[in-house]
């Protein structure tokens, strides 16, 4: 069974959401709550490490969110993609859409 499991953790101007499993049509659900509840009043770094595997679905979630966030004078970072993930946001074209970043401290 597919599973995704996300970790909240507050910084001083962002919340870090580090998410682990499968990222896709089954799962996209539980990053859509916690995303879209933080995205008006913060930035948020999502931590793509530990994704295995990345549908059109988890990609729709983040790039809803992105837009939102934009909207709403935030910003959505990618945190360290891992490579299932960064195939998935490279052959879209998502990757040029999304600040990627290696560390937390470089969305401060």
Known sequence: MEQLKI?????ANYVLLEATGELTANTFTE???KIFGLIEETNVVLDMAEIVQVDSSGLGVIMAAFND???FGQ???I???SNEA???LESTGF???F???QAVTEAL
């Open 7 to 11: 970790i909240e953790k507050k910084g």
């Open 31 to 33: 990053l859509q709550s």
């Open 69 to 71: 966030a934009e909207d």
């Open 75 to 77: 910003k959505l970072y």
């Open 79 to 81: 945190m360290r993609p």
């Open 86 to 88: 960064r195939k998935a």
């Open 95 to 97: 990757i040029d859409f």
């Open 99 to 101: 600040p990627i970043i």
